[in-house]
T-cell receptor, first 114, second 115 residues
Framework: KAGVTQTPRYLIKTRGQQVTLSCSPI?????VSWYQQTPGQGLQFLFE???????NKGNFPGRFSGRQFSNSRSEMNVSTLELGDSALYLC?????????????FGSGTRLTVV | GENVEQHPSTLSVQEGDSAVIKCTYS??????FPWYKQELGKGPQLIID?????GEKKDQRIAVTLNKTAKHFSLHITETQPEDSAVYFC??????????????FGTGTQLKVEL
């Protein structure tokens, strides 16, 4: 059974640019959550998508957005990149996004903003 | 919102010894407590989880205990091996008004198992 696939693995972008990250969840999983991991702030919740709808959102500025497609694949977009956006971006998939089912994380996309 | 504290931040043990990592949470509504292991260059991997209606769960060398009254939970690894060396994260999950859940993570424990 394939795991959670995130692409690309590494990205280097310049301040002010925008970036799109992709996440393919485990087959059959309908919930995709995104997390930002940094040495200073740890793992922080960005948002969660379920059945193509953003169901929950963390405390991040509007520059961070996402979407989910009918096949449950999700994309995350960051516009007007800042140096502080450099982080490991992780997505986690779950069958329903409830505590009845665990979350499986991908290997992440390492974003470096220069 | 939920806050999860994790201790210690680093832990060094000798191979074969036990390791214990402790976490406390603030929101009594949290009802799911997973533990993740993260190796260098990889995403967090779920190693064990416990739900609020259970006090203890064991899976081979790994066990987790939950004290709902005190709002703390712990990870116990027995007979540690070098391959157990990694960063371990605890998390607490709370249901959200929009449906679904959000994981709030502890700050991580760097476990080093020395030969």
């Amino acid at each position: 059974k394939a795991g959670v696939t995130q692409t690309p693995r590494y990205l280097i972008k310049t301040r002010g640019q925008q970036v799109t990250l992709s996440c393919s969840p485990i087959s059959g999983h309908r919930s995709v959550s995104w997390y930002q991991q940094t040495p200073g702030q740890g793992l922080q919740f960005l948002f969660e998508y379920f059945s193509e709808t953003q169901r929950n959102k963390g405390n991040f500025p509007g520059r961070f957005s996402g979407r989910q497609f009918s096949n449950s694949r999700s994309e995350m977009n960051v516009s007007t990149l800042e140096l502080g956006d450099s982080a490991l971006y992780l997505c986690a998939s779950s069958f329903s996004g409830t505590t009845n089912y665990g979350y499986t994380f991908g290997s992440g996309t390492r974003l470096t903003v220069v | 919102g939920e806050n999860v504290e994790q201790h210690p931040s680093t832990l060094s043990v000798q191979e074969g010894d036990s390791a214990v990592i402790k976490c406390t949470y603030s929101d009594s509504a949290s009802n799911y407590f997973p533990w993740y292991k993260q190796e260098l260059g990889k995403g967090p991997q779920l190693i064990i989880d416990i739900r609020s209606n259970v006090g203890e769960k064991k899976d081979q060398r790994i066990a987790v205990t939950l004290n709902k009254t005190a709002k703390h939970f712990s990870l116990h690894i027995t007979e540690t091996q070098p391959e157990d060396s990694a960063v371990y994260f605890c998390a607490a999950s709370i249901g959200l008004t929009g449906g679904g859940n959000k994981l709030t993570f502890g700050t991580g424990t760097q476990l080093k198992v020395e030969l």
